[in-house]
């Protein structure tokens, strides 16, 4: 492709500081960016930034459905604008195409949390996508034959990879099943991390029946909705549940803003779920805690590998919220991909090297 007609894609992407991955000509993602429709990949904060001026400019505000009840779920649309959220808002189930103003708009799945999805849109003949938060294998589908693929950099340099991924989950399950037989275990995430660990449990045949707090139950009750195969949850503060925290054979989850208050007195077993940890995928922080790297982003191999397999004219490293964007886009122009990190300078003679 050449340099000018590299340029005329660019007219059709962008990403604001404010984190807004800008589509097409009427689409902003995971930011508010005055665009027409606003999409929502998931519900971590980091991508639900200005949902609030969206929900007001926007004519339409597309997202997963799993991910539109989380929303109204977790109480991140509050007073006025739950009632316009709720007109506004479009449900599109993953892989349904629809258009608005002549853009093509498809939701395409990502392995994350529950609800989280990629967004592929098409203008003016040309395909481009963003990536949101992924993590590959599962759910996750490669777009193939981009123009332009805007991809996530949260662990984007290369220190940043986990040997260890294959084997975490059955790691974790091991742990887990270990400390069950000293007594009940406290399982510490944030909300979607916690049901992917409750989905991991059941698949490799934990049956001990989950124990949580409202709002843990409540999100649990969303991921079942969607799909998650979760078998006997409780909600702690009922009759139920109750009896089951006295049986002391149990699980529990707990939100991360927990742990830190969490009892070091051998009533129970601690095990917090981090994405932060590289060198073990199982530490050990005092006599009834351990730390498991259980991650729901790609490490820097996996969102090499997805370049790779995608093979996208252009590349754009998201640079709007944390990550390590310039490394990673350093590791991809190696590797020969044009590729450019925005928000930035959009120049494009210097991906050419
Ligand atoms: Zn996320």
């Given at each position: 492709?050449?340099?000018?007609?590299?340029?005329?894609?660019?007219?059709?992407?962008?990403?604001?500081?404010?984190?807004?991955?800008?589509?097409?000509?009427?689409?902003?993602?995971?930011?508010?960016?005055?665009?027409?429709?606003?999409?929502?990949?998931?519900v971590?904060?980091?991508?639900?930034?200005?949902?609030?001026?969206?929900?007001?400019?926007?004519?339409?505000?597309?997202a997963?459905q799993?991910t539109i009840d989380l929303l109204l779920e977790l109480g991140y649309v509050r007073?006025?604008y739950r009632?316009?959220f709720k007109?506004?808002v479009?449900?599109?189930?993953?892989?349904?195409?629809?258009?608005?103003?002549?853009?093509?708009?498809?939701?395409?799945?990502?392995?994350?949390?529950?609800?989280?999805?990629?967004?592929?849109?098409?203008?003016?003949?040309?395909?481009?996508?963003?990536?949101?938060?992924?993590?590959?294998?599962?759910?996750?589908?490669?777009?193939?034959?981009?123009?332009?693929?805007?991809?996530?950099?949260?662990?984007?340099?290369?220190?940043?990879?986990?040997?260890?991924?294959?084997?975490?989950?059955?790691?974790?399950?091991?742990?887990?099943?270990?400390?069950?037989?000293?007594?009940?275990?406290?399982?510490?995430?944030?909300?979607?991390?916690?049901?992917?660990?409750?989905?991991?449990?059941?698949?490799?045949?934990?049956?001990?029946?989950?124990?949580?707090?409202?709002?843990?139950?409540r999100?649990?009750?969303i991921?079942?909705?969607?799909?998650?195969?979760?078998?006997?949850?409780?909600?702690?503060?009922?009759?139920?549940?109750?009896?089951?925290?006295?049986?002391?054979?149990?699980?529990?989850?707990?939100?991360?803003?927990?742990?830190?208050?969490?009892?070091?007195?051998?009533?129970?077993?601690?095990?917090?779920?981090?994405?932060?940890?590289?060198?073990?995928?199982?530490?050990?922080?005092?006599?009834?805690?351990?730390?498991?790297?259980?991650?729901?982003?790609?490490?820097?191999?996996?969102?090499?590998?997805?370049?790779?397999?995608?093979?996208?004219?252009?590349?754009?490293?998201?640079?709007?919220?944390?990550?390590?964007?310039?490394?990673?886009?350093?590791?991809?122009?190696?590797?020969?991909?044009?590729?450019?990190?925005?928000?930035?300078?959009?120049?494009?003679?210097?991906?050419?090297?």
């Amino acid at each position: 492709m050449e340099v000018t007609q590299l340029a005329a894609l660019l007219k059709y992407v962008d990403v604001l500081d404010s984190g807004a991955v800008l589509l097409g000509r009427i689409y902003e993602v995971d930011g508010f960016g005055k665009r027409l429709v606003r999409v929502i990949t998931h519900v971590h904060y980091d991508h639900i930034v200005g949902l609030n001026e969206s929900i007001i400019h926007s004519s339409a505000i597309v997202a997963t459905q799993a991910t539109i009840d989380l929303l109204l779920e977790l109480g991140y649309v509050r007073g006025k604008y739950r009632s316009i959220f709720k007109n506004k808002v479009v449900p599109l189930p993953y892989n349904k195409e629809v258009e608005f103003m002549d853009e093509k708009i498809r939701l395409i799945p990502a392995r994350h949390i529950i609800g989280a999805c990629q967004v592929l849109v098409e203008v003016d003949g040309y395909k481009i996508g963003y990536t949101g938060d992924f993590k590959l294998g599962g759910e996750t589908e490669i777009m193939r034959g981009l123009d332009v693929l805007v991809i996530e950099s949260t662990y984007g340099d290369p220190k940043y990879r986990r040997p260890f991924k294959d084997d975490i989950e059955e790691l974790f399950v091991d742990q887990v099943s270990n400390l069950l037989r000293r007594g009940p275990v406290i399982i510490y995430g944030y909300h979607g991390k916690l049901q992917e660990a409750m989905r991991i449990l059941r698949k490799y045949g934990v049956n001990e029946p989950f124990l949580m707090p409202e709002r843990v139950y409540r999100v649990t009750r969303i991921a079942e909705k969607h799909g998650y195969e979760i078998g006997e949850y409780y909600n702690l503060r009922t009759n139920k549940g109750y009896m089951i925290k006295n049986s002391g054979r149990y699980i529990m989850f707990q939100h991360m803003s927990r742990a830190k208050y969490r009892k070091l007195n051998g009533d129970y077993y601690h095990v917090i779920l981090s994405g932060w940890e590289f060198n073990d995928p199982i530490k050990k922080l005092d006599p009834y805690s351990w730390l498991v790297a259980l991650s729901d982003h790609a490490d820097f191999d996996e969102l090499v590998e997805y370049v790779e397999q995608a093979q996208p004219k252009l590349v754009i490293v998201e640079a709007g919220r944390q990550g390590e964007p310039y490394k990673l886009a350093a590791q991809l122009k190696a590797k020969g991909f044009r590729t450019l990190v925005l928000p930035g300078p959009k120049v494009i003679d210097d991906v050419f090297e």
